[in-house]
């Protein structure tokens, strides 16, 4: 990667941050809400990492099934911060229904309204690469972090494979599965990281490096206080 790639993963994108409100939050809340077998399996993967009553943050939980089940899982005390006040009602309806005792408040992810040395672990699913700051975003982890903590942002990589996309929609029926491969092969392949672009922007960060692990369609990226 050369220098200038390495700056432009660091530099903010040109707009404020995809907010997404109103009926599109609805949409998408909808629609996720199909996936709770995802949410329920990346909620096991992770609950090993989550002690119980530990302080949990995720950043951009939009309608917050994800929360939702980390919470149920592991009884932590779990915090959701999310710049869309639609998807901030939305959440806490849905955490509201679910029985779970969760804060989503509404925030920037760059500019986090929360204390430093916090929590014990974060985590971000399909959010990061619509942040318009993102090297800001992973100080403010850094910030909000106790000492000994770990952050966790999964999100799509930016090379996955037109087959990958193929797989990863083969059970979403033909309209859905036709709009979700049109949205990861357009806007979102714009927006993601390649695995060495999200490296170089955790080496950037107040963390000083991270661990990026891949699958087909994704990556994780573990950072440690
Ligand atoms: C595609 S949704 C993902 C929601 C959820 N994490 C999930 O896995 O379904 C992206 C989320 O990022 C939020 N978002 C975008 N920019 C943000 C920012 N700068 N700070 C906080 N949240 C942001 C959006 O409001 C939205 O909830």
């Known amino acids: 990667m050369t220098p200038e790639t390495t700056n432009a993963a660091a530099q903010p994108k040109g707009y404020r941050g995809i907010g997404m409100e109103g009926f599109i939050a609805g949409w998408y809340a909808r ?11 990346t909620a096991r993967r992770l609950a090993p990492h989550i002690k119980r009553g530990t302080c949990v943050l995720e950043i951009a939980p939009g309608p917050g099934y994800l929360a939702i089940e980390v919470a149920r899982l592991t009884g932590c005390r779990m ?8 998807f901030i009602r939305i959440a806490n309806e849905n955490a509201r229904k679910a029985g ?23 985590f971000c699913r399909a959010a990061f690469k619509n942040f318009s700051q ?22 799509l990589r930016k090379d ?33 990281y390649t695995p060495e672009g999200i490296a170089q922007l955790a080496a950037q960060s107040r963390f000083g490096q991270g661990d990026v692990r891949l699958d087909p369609i994704g990556f994780e990226l573990w950072l440690r206080k």
């Open 31 to 41: 629609q996720t809400a199909k996936d709770i077998d995802e949410f329920k399996n």
């Open 160 to 192: 996955f494979s037109p087959q990958a996309i193929r797989d990863y929609t083969k059970d979403k029926g033909l309209i859905n599965g036709s709009i979700i491969r049109m949205t990861f092969n357009t806007m979102l392949k714009t927006r993601a």
């Open 79 to 86: 915090v959701g911060v999310d710049i869309s006040r639609t």
């Open 134 to 155: 993102p090297l800001a975003a992973l100080d403010e982890m850094h910030r909000v972090l106790k000492p000994g903590g770990a952050a966790l942002i999964i999100d």
């Open 100 to 122: 779970v005792d969760i804060a989503f408040d509404e925030g920037d992810a760059a500019d986090l309204p929360l204390p430093a040395n916090g929590f014990d672990f974060i």
